[in-house]
């Protein structure tokens, strides 16, 4: 069993910043790809960013230059760090893992104000 737990979500004025973290549990963190997901109002959720077991990285047009995906395998913990936050960055957002199957967690409110 996979659990994820999300944290790090809130208020910001655009052009500020956040850092979700992503808690896993289990001990397949260090063997896995991990994905951060967001899903606005009325919108389809769409993948944001990627990073590899070896520590590549891939990111949605939208954010590449502003958002960052590190991964702390010591602490089972993937992180996306959001800089130059706009307003059309606000959603839901989903840590993600496949494992077998897709696990997800809660999911971390994040709202831009402009």
């Known amino acids: 069993q996979v659990q994820l737990v999300e944290s790090g979500g809130g208020l910001v004025q655009a052009g500020g910043s956040l850092r979700l973290s992503c808690a896993a549990s289990?001990?397949?963190?260090?063997?896995?790809?991990m994905d951060w997901y967001r899903q606005a109002p009325g919108k389809q959720r769409e993948l944001v960013a990627t990073i590899t077991s070896h520590g590549s990285t891939n990111y949605a047009d939208s954010v590449k230059g502003r958002f960052t995906i590190p991964r702390d395998n010591a602490k089972n913990t993937v992180y996306l760090q959001m800089n130059s936050l706009k307003p059309e960055d606000t959603a839901d957002y989903y840590c993600?893992?496949?494992?077998?199957?897709?696990?997800w967690g809660k999911g971390t409110l994040v709202t831009v104000s402009s």
């Open positions: 993600h893992v496949y494992y077998w199957i897709h696990y």
């Open positions: 289990g001990s397949i963190f260090n063997n896995k790809a």
